[in-house]
Nanobody, 125 residues
Framework: WQLVESGGGSVQPGGSLRLSCTASGLILDYYAIGWFRQAPGKEREGVSCITSSGVYTNYADSVKGRFTISRDDAKNTTWLQMNSLNTDDTAVYYC???????????????????WGQGTQVTVSS
């Protein structure tokens, strides 16, 4: 199995990026997908999560109204659209898969079974 993130990079404040998380060896239909991030010297924090059903989502307060999570199980892919980026969004972003969770979008990293290697997002002027 493998979760592969892509789409990271460097962007100026106010810019946008779209992160992708593509799975191989896993049928994503059965998994809630979460996005987490970790900045240097900080704890890993949850950014957003979407249930396996795709019906429910949640967002960290710091990204509400700016980030949007979505999924296409036919493509085995989940996306995180990030708009109005600021320097506080600089971090390594990880996607993770949690089995089940069709009606509840988990936020606890301990509930996630599989993790990607991460993609760097840098926001600077």
């Amino acid at each position: 199995w493998q979760l592969v993130e892509s789409g990271g990079g460097s962007v100026q404040p106010g810019g946008s990026l779209r992160l992708s998380c593509t799975a191989s060896g896993l049928i994503l239909d059965y998994y809630a997908i979460g996005w987490f991030r970790q900045a240097p010297g900080k704890e890993r924090e949850g950014v957003s999560c979407i249930t396996s059903s795709g019906v429910y989502t949640n967002y960290a307060d710091s990204v509400k109204g700016r980030f949007t999570i979505s999924r296409d199980d036919a493509k085995n892919t989940t996306w995180l659209q990030m708009n109005s980026l600021n320097t506080d969004d600089t971090a390594v972003y990880y996607c993770a898969a949690a089995l089940g969770f069709s009606n509840y979008a988990p936020t606890d990293p301990a509930l996630f079974d599989y993790w990607g290697q991460g993609t760097q997002v840098t926001v600077s002027s």
